[in-house]
């Protein structure tokens, strides 16, 4: 089956950086989502990105499905961005694979 | 309009008693899916139902659990003879079945089986 891995695990980040997180997949997708869980287990959908660029604020993705990868752009980052980022793809549309999760803590 | 909703929101059970776990997808969503998250571990895939297909189990990890949909809405997530191991967060999240697939999650039931 199809394997997801975020890079990188864990990330420290001052308030104000910037950083970008990435997600390989090993077969082709018609489903990538981009997930954050916040400190309470809520999972907020980030972004729908099977292809392409997108931007919501201070967020931004992109995937290249021809290359198998999304990247997950986090500019000006804040405290409120601290969770764990998650990047999850569907082969087939339904059946879906997470990765394992990239751990963010902004520091203030 | 309406999210996900999931009931319990926790469930403590004892070892080898059964549960069951309620999902209520959005409105229209004809997609439904099971996960389950361990403590500090990513999602795990279990089941997901589409339409009037046949739902793909692949991912349960024993006779022990088993789901059904009823009437292409709600979903159930029966565990039986629960072990201690069972215990996680147990997610439900629903998806439109057109072009695109965006899945919407639940709140989620944290299980403790003690």
């Known amino acids: 089956g199809i394997q997801v891995e975020q890079s990188p695990p864990d990330l420290i980040l001052q308030e104000g950086a910037n950083s970008t997180l990435r997600c390989n997949f090993s077969d082709s997708v018609n489903n990538l989502q981009w997930f954050h869980q916040n400190p309470w287990g809520q999972l907020i959908n980030l972004f729908y990105i099977p292809s392409g660029t997108k931007q919501n604020g201070r967020l931004s993705a992109t995937t290249v499905a021809t290359e198998r990868y999304s990247l997950l752009y986090i500019s000006s980052s804040q405290t409120t961005d601290s969770g764990v980022y998650f990047c999850?793809?569907?082969?087939?549309?339904?059946?879906?694979?997470f990765g394992a999760g990239t751990r963010l803590f902004v520091k203030a | 309009g309406a999210g996900v909703s999931q009931s319990p929101s926790n469930k403590v059970t004892e070892k080898g008693k059964d549960v069951e776990l309620r999902c209520d997808p959005i409105?229209?969503?004809?997609?439904l899916y099971w996960y389950r998250q361990s403590l500090g571990q990513g999602l795990e895939f279990l089941i997901y139902f589409q339409g009037n297909s046949a739902p793909d189990k692949s991912g349960l990890p024993s006779d022990r659990f088993s789901a059904e949909r009823t009437g292409g809405s709600v979903s159930t997530l029966t565990i039986q003879r629960t072990q201690q191991e069972d215990s996680a967060v147990y997610l439900c999240?629903?998806?439109?079945?057109?072009?695109?697939?965006?899945?919407?999650f639940g709140p989620g039931t944290r299980l403790t089986v003690t």
């Open positions: 999850a793809a569907a082969p087939g549309g339904f059946k879906t694979i």
């Open positions: 999240a629903s998806s439109d079945a057109g072009t695109v697939y965006e899945q919407y």
């Open positions: 409105s229209g969503h004809t997609a």
